[in-house]
Structures are given as structure tokens and as C-alpha cells.
């Protein structure tokens, strides 16, 4: 149930983020696109970029979790994922983006999808093994 807790917790940045656009599309008054208003495209992309990768991330941890991964190991890929969109959503939301956000927000993303897919491949090697 290690994996339910960040699903919960990143969900409510789900919203959070979403909130984000919606604030935008009403303060510039668009309702489809973007309308050219950067701040309003950063907003969407952050989202996107969210959305796009965190139901992934937590489909191979819950897998990683069901094959018989360590509460420690889901909590440190956890909190990375949390760290890393964090920092992923802080960096795309500004005008001026500093990259660094946004490289270590990804970076930290992709180290959780390819730990816990290689969590699943050992797991389950070792299980064929086995039996």
C-alpha cells in the first residue's frame, strides 16, 4: 500500500496543477489553447508533462510493490517522484525558466521509471529462479 500513499499525495498536486491553468485560462480570458500567453502554455505543459508521466511511474511502482519490493525502496522512489515533478513544474512554471529545475525534475523522473522497471526485472527473475 506503499505506492496508494504517493498515488494520494501526487494526485493532489494533480490538482493543484490543474487549478494553475484554469487560474491562467480565466485571467486571459482563453478557453481552448493558449492564445500566445506564455505564462498560460508554461501552465498547460507543466500539467501535460504530469500527466504524461506520473500514471507510469506509479503503474511500475504498484508492480514493482505487488512483485514484493521493499517499503523502503517505494518510499525512496516515492519521494523522488514527488521531488522531481516538484521541481520539473517549478522550473516549466516560470517566464525566465531556469533549466536546472527541469533537467533535475526529469532526470529524477526517468530514475524512477527505469529503478522500478528494474526492480520488476529482478523480482521476477528471481522468482523464475525459483520455482
Same mark, same amino acid.
Given at each position: 500500500?506503499?505506492?496508494? +500513499?504517493? #498515488?494520494?499525495? !501526487?494526485? %493532489? @498536486?494533480?490538482?493543484? =496543477? ?50 514484493? +519490493?521493499? #517499503?523502503?525502496? !517505494?518510499? %525512496? @522512489?516515492?519521494?523522488? =517522484? ?50
Amino acid at each position: 500500500m506503499t505506492t496508494a +500513499l504517493y #498515488a494520494g499525495i !501526487l494526485a %493532489i @498536486l494533480f490538482i493543484v =496543477l490543474s487549478i494553475r491553468v484554469i487560474n491562467r485560462r480565466n485571467q486571459y480570458q482563453v478557453a481552448i489553447g493558449s492564445d500566445g500567453q506564455i505564462l498560460l502554455e508554461r501552465a498547460i505543459r507543466v500539467q501535460a508533462n504530469f500527466a504524461e508521466y506520473v500514471p507510469f511511474a506509479l503503474l511500475l511502482m504498484f508492480l514493482a510493490e505487488y512483485s514484493g +519490493l521493499a #517499503a523502503v525502496y !517505494l518510499h %525512496i @522512489l516515492g519521494v523522488a =517522484l514527488l521531488v522531481g515533478r516538484l521541481s520539473h513544474a517549478y522550473g516549466v512554471s516560470q517566464q525566465q525558466e531556469p533549466l536546472k529545475y527541469r533537467v533535475f525534475g526529469m532526470i529524477l523522473t526517468f530514475a524512477v521509471l527505469l529503478l522500478a522497471a528494474l526492480a520488476i526485472f529482478m523480482l521476477y527473475g528471481s522468482r523464475a529462479l525459483l520455482s
